[in-house]
């Protein structure tokens, strides 16, 4: 598939996840950041969501819980460029019942091309990076080309 470019905003719109067993190391992890995620959009799913803003007093955009769809809700919004970068504080000992909306959620992340964190300190070096609040260039999917050309296939 042909690549093209598109930037990532200098105020990101950042999608903050947690499984139960880490959703309280993410609580903390936003009261640590609170003033430079107040700089941003911030989307959640259901529970994460409410106890972030519960909290930490920031403003976050609750989608539905994860195993209820958020994690879908999340999916669409990177697949249509609206989510920006994703922190997900995944438990890796813990079974999860929706592992394969994870996964996918994870997927798009890569195909889309937007920063991940899944721990507290991949998320500090994403947040503390000086490209945090500059536009940023990246290559995707062009998606678009991609199209046309199985349009004309058909």
Same mark, same amino acid.
């Given at each position: 598939?042909?690549?093209?470019?598109?930037?990532?905003?200098?105020?990101?719109? @950042?999608?903050?996840? *947690?499984?139960?067993?880490?959703?309280? !190391?993410?609580? *903390?992890?936003? $009261?640590?950041?609170?003033?430079?995620? /107040?700089?941003? +959009?911030? =989307?959640?799913?259901? +529970? +994460?969501?409410?106890?972030?803003e519960r909290t930490t007093g920031l403003e976050v955009i609750k989608l539905l819980s994860g195993p209820m769809g958020g994690d879908q809700q999340l999916g669409a919004?990177? !697949? $249509?460029?609206?989510?920006?970068?994703?922190?997900?504080?995944?438990? #890796?000992?813990? /079974?999860? #019942?929706?592992?394969?909306?994870?996964?996918?959620?994870? %997927?798009?992340?890569?195909?889309?091309? @937007? #920063?991940?964190?899944?721990?507290?300190? /991949?998320?500090?070096?994403?947040?503390? /990076?000086?490209?945090? $609040?500059?536009?940023?260039? %990246?290559?995707?999917?062009? =998606? $678009?080309? =991609?199209? *046309? +050309?199985?349009?004309?296939?058909?």
């Amino acid at each position: 598939m042909e690549q093209k470019q598109q930037a990532l905003p200098a105020k990101k719109n @950042i999608a903050l996840v *947690a499984h139960d067993g880490k959703k309280a !190391a993410l609580q *903390a992890w936003c $009261e640590k950041h609170q003033a430079i995620l /107040s700089k941003h +959009t911030l =989307y959640g799913t259901g +529970t +994460t969501g409410h106890l972030i803003e519960r909290t930490t007093g920031l403003e976050v955009i609750k989608l539905l819980s994860g195993p209820m769809g958020g994690d879908q809700q999340l999916g669409a919004k990177i !697949a $249509e460029h609206e989510v920006h970068m994703l922190v997900f504080f995944w438990d #890796p000992l813990a /079974s999860q #019942p929706h592992d394969p909306d994870v996964k996918a959620l994870l %997927r798009l992340a890569a195909v889309w091309n @937007i #920063p991940v964190a899944c721990n507290e300190v /991949s998320a500090d070096m994403l947040l503390s /990076s000086p490209m945090m $609040e500059t536009e940023l260039c %990246r290559t995707l999917p062009d =998606y $678009e080309k =991609y199209l *046309a +050309t199985r349009q004309v296939t058909l």
